[in-house]
């Protein structure tokens, strides 16, 4: 995709998860961003005996020091393209792992205890006690909704291949 396309989609997704109560996310995604991406640049450093202190000849370091390799990272920031992947699999996740492991949850709780624990009518999900941020309630997820959760699942999907595609 071309950057103004990108833009765009950006900008449509900030909007659908301030719509949708997932402003969280966003945020979530922004700090990242403004992290920067840490990536190794090499297998090994090329200045692995300078940042040790030691000599050329190991002279000084333990045996297994001198074959050690450690790699370099750097951090660079992060691309148009790569920007908008990382909302994109923020919100997949969301949709589509977030409920399963909820349901999950509830059933091991349930199970669990052999049956003597109701299974609750819906979960509540704090954040942070610090932030404002809004919390995220659960409910036994009903056909329609599934079907709905599916539907946007399938969206983002083919949206991110649209993305990485080109």
Do not use: K
Not at 6 to 34: I, Y
Not at 103 to 116: C, I, N, S
Not at 135 to 163: F, H
């Amino acid at each position: 995709m071309e950057a103004p396309e990108l833009a765009r989609v950006d900008q449509t997704l900030r909007q659908l998860c301030a719509e949708h109560g997932l402003g969280w996310v966003v945020h979530a995604t922004d700090a990242a961003v403004a992290e920067g991406h840490a990536e190794s640049v090499t297998e090994g450093s090329s200045n692995h005996n300078r940042r040790r202190g030691s000599s050329a000849f190991g002279y000084g370091l333990r045996p297994d020091e001198r074959s050690r390799i450690e790699p370099e990272i750097v951090q660079r920031p992060y691309t148009d393209e790569e920007r908008v992947l990382l909302l994109l699999d923020a919100m997949l996740v969301i949709y589509s792992e977030l409920p399963d492991l909820r349901a999950e949850t509830v059933r091991v709780l349930t199970d669990g205890f052999q049956g003597r624990v109701a299974v609750p009518h819906q979960i509540v999900t704090a954040l942070d006690e610090d932030t404002e941020e809004a919390v995220i309630l659960w409910q036994p997820e009903l056909a329609g909704g599934r079907q709905n959760r599916q539907r946007v699942i399938g969206a983002l999907t083919a949206l991110r291949q649209a993305v990485v595609s080109e």
